[in-house]
């Protein structure tokens, strides 16, 4: 397949996003390995759309009870910045009073999206709320928030593939790439 232009340099290839995925599970295994099914489900809540494929990886891999669910929380409108406070489109279908809630997200960035929904979550009566997310740029987190579990860091470059997207395109790409923003001004699809 001819490469597309916008994709610029493929930072980790899907080879290794599997190894990282497999290894994440292992520790979230680990951490959650003390919940009896009997009296407690984790509620693993996927952050729609950019989850998907991480989150598809990496529940296969979970060995605890748990109940998936998903939120859509709008931030970037599909610009490369974020452009507005975070905003509620879908929320969770389940009760989550008293449980375990594991937030899966695809990238912090300055953190603004991740903070508002752990808040969100808690105020609605989680006992706990981790964050685990396929990657972050910790220069610029923006907030007082830390990922439990994280894949990878990168710097501040503009990513696309495996979830991320630039005007909804490119999440399907199986490995993380930047995005050629120089070639963004004059850009039609
Ligand atoms: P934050 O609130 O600034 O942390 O932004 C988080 C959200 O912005 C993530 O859920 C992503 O959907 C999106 N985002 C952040 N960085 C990138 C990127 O490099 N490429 C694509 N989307 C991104
Ligand atoms: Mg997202």
Not at 27 to 35: G, L, Q, R, S
Not at 77 to 95: L, Y
Not at 153 to 160: A, H, K, N, R, V
Request: proline share 3%; hydrophobic share 40%.
């Amino acid at each position: 397949m001819v490469k597309h232009p916008l994709v610029k340099d493929i930072l980790v290839d899907r080879k290794n996003i599997d190894t990282k995925i497999s290894e994440l599970a292992k520790n979230v295994n680990e951490y959650y390995k003390n919940i009896n099914y009997k009296d407690s489900t984790v509620i693993t809540i996927g952050l729609l759309k950019g989850c998907v494929p991480f989150m598809a990886g990496l529940i296969k891999e979970l060995n605890f009870q748990c109940i998936t669910d998903y939120m859509i929380v709008s931030s970037y409108a599909g610009n490369i910045t974020n452009v507005q406070e975070p905003k509620i489109m879908n929320d969770i279908s389940v009760n989550i009073e008293g449980c375990h809630v594991l937030l899966i997200e695809d990238i912090i960035d300055t953190g603004i999206t991740l903070n508002f929904i752990k808040d969100y979550l808690l105020k609605k009566g989680a006992k706990e709320v981790k964050v685990i997310t396929l990657a972050s740029k910790p220069n610029k987190i923006k907030v007082d928030l830390k990922p439990d579990w994280n894949g990878f860091e990168f710097g501040d470059e503009f990513l696309i593939g495996f979830g991320l997207d630039y005007q909804e395109r490119f999440r399907n790409l199986p490995f993380l790439a930047t995005c050629d923003i120089s070639k963004l001004d004059n850009w039609k699809w």
